[in-house]
Nanobody
């Protein structure tokens, strides 16, 4: 399983960023996939996750209404559109996958990418 993130960077508060993750080695119907983030000294946090077996994606309450997770099954790409960014969204963002998992990513998934830094300046 390989997950390769791209699209991070520096953005001003109120701005937007889109992250992409190229995923290989999984069958999307059998995995939950999503985005996590982590800041130094804190536990990794599930941000936006989805499963083929559940109707609606899960969003952490802090990002609901601002972030949108989507998947292009034909290209095996998972995307996270982030808008109205806040300084507290600053973190390393990880693409993740979990065999047989569910979208309520309160728990750690099994596979992670290398991460991409998103920094929101005030």
């Amino acid at each position: 399983v390989q997950l390769v993130e791209s699209g991070g960077g520096l953005v001003q508060a109120g701005g937007s960023v889109t992250l992409s993750c190229e995923i290989s080695g999984i069958t999307f119907d059998l995995y939950a996939i999503g985005w996590f983030r982590q800041v130094p000294g804190k536990a990794r946090q599930g941000v936006a996750c989805r499963s083929a077996h559940e109707d609606a994606p899960y969003y952490h309450p802090s990002v609901k209404g601002r972030f949108t997770v989507s998947v292009d099954n034909a290209k095996n790409i998972l995307t996270l559109q982030m808008k109205d960014l806040k300084p507290e969204d600053t973190a390393v963002y990880y693409c993740a996958a979990d065999y047989g998992g569910h979208s309520r990513c309160y728990y750690d998934y099994y596979y992670y990418g290398q991460g991409t830094q998103v920094t929101v300046s005030s």
